[in-house]
């Protein structure tokens, strides 16, 4: 069985301070992981995934698979990062296009 | 050019009454999927369509839910008998194509319906 688990419900964090969200997966195989976010009223979205390895709005995460972890860091905290953020895994098996999802952190930026 | 929608924003019915939740995907998107969000929860996969057809509908949760595409596009999710435990946001994604040797496609979601069974 494939598992997300994301152990903060909650995260506040000083402008200007850096971030970590922790991510832990379970998966027999070889996992996609992704990170998505949800602002105040607005849809979720696709912040990063792992394949990409690029830093989107100044985050990054790093597969390690030796710990099965995928956090999602930020050097320096801004305002508009607060929002909820989910950790995400899809297997990369044929076929298998679902995601499962962590139960999420929601990050709270005090100015 | 338009995200995917989904109809009603919110959704209020009495136990035992049947609802149908509909989702538009965006436009020329091959896969679908439906997932449920429970308050204080992550997203929760229910069924994912590729075209006309369930790929994996290993999430639906009993018989009381069901969900057809029947011409690729738009889809509709269908509970039955309604119960207080089926209140529930529940969510829409669609991406662009199903191709797992290319790693998972971009899942694009929807605003959600908020179901609310009384």
């Known amino acids: 069985a494939q598992r997300v688990t994301q152990p903060e419900k909650l995260l506040s964090v000083f402008k200007g301070a850096p971030v970590e969200l922790k991510c832990n997966y379970s998966y027999s195989g070889s996992p996609e992981l992704f990170w998505y976010v949800q602002y105040s009223r607005q849809r979720l979205q696709l912040l990063l995934r792992h394949i990409s390895r690029e830093s989107i709005k100044g985050f990054t995460a790093d597969l390690n698979k030796g710990e099965t972890s995928f956090h999602l860091k930020k050097p320096f905290a801004q305002e508009e990062d607060s929002a909820m953020y989910y950790c995400?895994?899809?297997?990369?098996?044929?076929?298998?296009?679902?995601?499962?999802f962590g139960t999420g952190t929601r990050l709270t930026i005090i100015p | 050019g338009a995200g995917v929608s989904q109809t009603p924003s919110n959704k209020v019915t009495e136990k035992g009454k049947y609802v149908e939740l509909r989702c538009d995907p965006i436009?020329?998107?091959?896969?679908l999927y439906w997932y449920r969000q429970s308050l204080g929860q992550g997203p929760e996969f229910l069924i994912y369509f590729q075209g006309t057809g369930a790929a994996d509908d290993s999430g639906l949760p009993n018989d009381r839910f069901f969900a057809v595409r029947p011409e690729g596009s738009v889809s509709t999710l269908k509970i039955q008998r309604t119960e207080r435990g089926d209140s529930a946001v529940y969510l829409c994604?669609?991406?662009?194509?199903?191709?797992?040797?290319?790693?998972?496609?971009?899942?694009?979601f929807g605003p959600g319906t908020r179901l609310t069974v009384l």
């Open positions: 436009s020329g998107h091959t896969a």
């Open positions: 995400a895994l899809s297997g990369l098996n044929f076929g298998n296009e679902k995601l499962t």
């Open positions: 994604a669609s991406s662009l194509t199903s191709d797992s040797f290319s790693g998972t496609d971009t899942q694009y």
